[in-house]
């Protein structure tokens, strides 16, 4: 097979897995709807732009841009949460576009955007590089281009990684998501294209009983943890159930009052 149909094939294949596990995020979409709302304000929409939201999962950073007058359109790469998001911007009584795809290629003309935001979203895709250059080709010059991401050393950023280490290796060139969650490294990856990059940071709290409870929660629905249970359930339920314990112990330590924090990063900058 041609070098460049077989690394299509594998990057397909783990697309393919991806939009698997997301298919289950929809339980989710209430811990991040505050947040999109912060992004929203961060990107600084308003009424009658024209804005993309990539990775749009349930709708809720697309709707929150509706409702304030914006000309939205949502793409995901999981039929199963655009449903949700269709019928998300029906009970909000807001028109949006709604667009199965990928960001790394993206369906759309050149410029055609005044602002594209993604809410952990685009930090899923494999390959950075086409992330970021699809996202700011379809910006018009002097957009905007806002989003928010996982710190690597937020709750989340570190489940990643300890997600990581119990998963079988990615296809060579694959970035890890949490990756995204480094200003340094965030700078370098938007590159010379943009300026006035901004940094901000945003905290949200999900209610949980116990670690055992967010666990299990987020064995139910987020993508990642999904995949790592599917594969070592059967294959080897011992080391399955030695990264339980180090999760739960995770947990822990962002458990207070029955809420585990979680924090984010929000970046902004503008299309030169």
């Known amino acids: 097979m041609n070098p460049v ?10 697309k393919e897995m991806q939009k698997q596990g997301w298919s289950h995020f929809a339980p989710l979409e209430m811990m991040t709807t505050p947040p999109a709302a912060r992004l929203v304000a961060h990107a600084h929409v308003l009424p009658g732009q024209k804005l993309l939201d ?11 841009a509706a409702r304030l007058g914006a000309h939205v359109t949502g793409l995901d790469l999981t039929p199963a949460l655009l449903e949700r998001a ?19 290629f993206l369906p759309f003309e050149t410029g055609t955007y005044d602002v594209v935001t993604s ?7 494999p390959r950075p590089e086409l992330a970021v250059s699809e996202m700011l080709r379809v910006l018009k010059p002097g957009g905007t281009i806002a989003f928010s991401t996982w710190p690597p050393e937020s709750i989340i950023g570190q489940t990643l990684q300890l997600v990581g280490r119990y998963m079988p290796p990615p296809p060579p060139g694959v970035s890890p998501p949490h990756q995204w969650g480094d200003p340094t ?6 590159g010379e294209g943009v300026k006035d990059i901004a940094f901000n940071r945003g905290t949200f709290f999900a209610s949980a009983l ?3 409870h967010f666990r299990v929660h987020l064995e139910q629905t987020a993508g990642p943890v999904i995949k790592l249970v599917e594969n070592l359930s059967t294959s080897d339920p011992a080391r399955l159930e030695e990264f339980r314990h180090l999760y739960e112990g995770l ?10 924090r979680q924090d984010y990063l929000l970046t902004r900058a503008t299309k030169i």
């Open 5 to 14: 149909a077989q690394d299509q094939d594998v990057f397909a294949k783990f």
């Open 54 to 64: 990539v990775g749009t999962g349930t709708g809720v950073v697309a709707v929150t």
């Open 86 to 104: 269709r019928e998300n911007s029906n009970i909000a009584g807001v028109d949006v576009e709604w667009h199965q795809g990928d960001v790394e």
């Open 119 to 125: 809410q952990f979203g685009h930090m899923f895709a």
């Open 185 to 190: 490294l965030v700078r370098e990856r938007l």
């Open 210 to 212: 116990s670690p055992q």
């Open 251 to 260: 947990v822990e330590e962002y458990l207070e009052d029955n809420t585990v």
